[in-house]
Every structure is written in C-alpha cells, then in structure tokens.
C-alpha cells in the first residue's frame, strides 16, 4: 500500500514522533494507522501515546443541569474563531438543554425539536442549517449524554473544551472535586473491571511488543534472552499498571495525590454512580492538507539525500 504524505502528517499528528518515524511505521504497518501508532509507542514509548490528549477538531462542551436531570453536549465547528460566536455558543447551549429537557433517542432526534434563534426555526436544525449559511462555516451536533433519576449531579467545564458529569450520593463538594479531578486526569472508567476490553487488549499488545524489543537488544548484545516466565509477568505489570492509571477509583487524588480517589469518596461519604467525560475533538481529525504538503517536501528531500 502507498505512503501517503497526508497519512505520514496524521500520524504525527497524533504521536509527536519525527516524520521518518511515522514514514517507516505506516510502511511496516502496511498503512494500518492504529497498528503504526501502537509500533511507535513500543519504539519511542510513552512520547509516542499523546493522541488522547490532543484535539484534533474545534467546538465547545456545554452541560445543562436541573435538579437531577441534566445533559453534556459536545457540538462542533472548523475554527477556533466560531467558538467565541454568541450565535454559535446560543446554539451549543440550547442544545444541552434540549437534550436534557426532552430526552431525545439520539442527534437527528435532538435536531427535531422545536428551537428558533436568529431568524431561524422552526426546528434545531433549522438554526444550525440557517447558522451555517449566516456565519459562513459548518458546524454538527456530535455527542449528548442525558441523565436522570434520583442521583444528584455535579458538572464542570474546563472552558469550553472539556466538560464532565458525575451522578453521585453523598457530599457536593466531594462531587464537585471529583468531577474536575475527571477533567485532568481522564480516566476512562470507574473501576479496573470497567476498562474496555479493547483498551487492555491494546495496552497488553504493546507491553507484549516491548518485551519482544527488548529481548532481540539483549539477544544483540551478546546477552541471554528473559524467559517467558519472566517476560509474561512483565507483561502482566504493565497491563495492571494501566488499569490502575486509566480507572477513577484507583487514580491519585489531583488535591491529595497522599490518597486515592477511592478513599477521598469513602472519607466524605461520597457515592459515585458513573460519569461522562467529553473532550472536544476526540477521535476527530481536523484537515491536514498544508501541512501534508510539507511532510512530502520533507519525505521527498530525505529520499533524495
């Protein structure tokens, strides 16, 4: 399969490694772009894994919450610009509170309901239709996450990029620091047993790679391999390392890293039910096509040198 520049921009995009290195990663990867990000983490290591927190498309989170019943809303646009527009940032919170308010089956059916802003109406998406052609760039209702029931909710929005919601019983203000220690620390589930099985699956195959990496180097030096007994529990570690990382409970607290989150909650009589964590962009890549010109120029030069 063909190396492409714009693919070769992507990567990097996403891993900060140098071009060559995403160059050779594609091509053993055979343009399998998950596959190359996970070849070049077992080489570079952790510089190459920054794709979870870089955003790649611009937007706003907005979350609306009334009693126990509230939303968080991820709505998109192209440019950093349009974020700051009354009209765009009217339109973001609308839809929070649409969502909330109205319980919609999905995006098309939380684009139904009835909203009129700026002229436009009679429907939400009639005001996002109307507000593209009046601002001059496109803009989508991505992701919501309602809740209700008996649950409390606390929220907090870093800006407008990331937006958190934790359902919880117990005390407001343990809620609250919770929520904004979501915001830094971006665990991925509550617990270790709630990690996505892909997410191990993942995590297992690259500390299984690094283990393979380091056998051929010792193996090249001159020195005895580890056994498989030895390199399985490494790969054991590595796998319970990250879990311990990517689950809430088990995360240092931001404000006390002296205790768990875990223990933070147990100490104020705090119960966490679930969360929602959204980051604007995530898994949304924005268009790279000046900066593809550029890798080529690169990629071509150091072919001809």
Partial sequence: MAITASMVAEL??????????????????????????????VKLGTKAGKAASRVTAEGVITSFVNGSTGAVMEVNCETDFVTKNDSFLALANAAAQLAAEHNPAD????GALPYSQDGFGPTLEDVRKGLIGKIGENMSFRRFQRY?????????????????????????????DTAMHIAAMKPVSLT?????????????????AKADEANKELVAAGKPAQSAEIVAKRIDGAVQKYLKEVSLFNQSFVKNDKQTVEQMLKASGTTVKS??????????????????????????AAQGA
């Fill in 12 to 41: 990097r995009a996403k891993t900060d490694a140098p071009m060559m290195e995403c160059k050779k990663a594609l091509t053993e990867a055979e343009g399998d772009m998950a596959k190359a990000e996970e070849l070049l983490r």
């Fill in 107 to 110: 995006v098309a059916a939380l």
């Fill in 148 to 176: 209700s029931g008996s649950d409390k909710l606390a929220t907090y929005l870093h800006g407008t990029r990331i937006g958190v919601v934790v359902a919880y019983e117990g005390d407001d203000v343990a809620a609250k």
């Fill in 192 to 208: 270790s047993a709630d990690v996505p099985a892909e997410f191990i699956e993942r995590e297992r195959s690259v500390a299984t």
């Fill in 275 to 300: 969360f929602t964590l959204y980051v604007v962009g995530e898994g949304i890549e924005k268009k790279v096509d000046d900066f593809a010109a550029e890798v080529a120029a690169q990629v071509a």
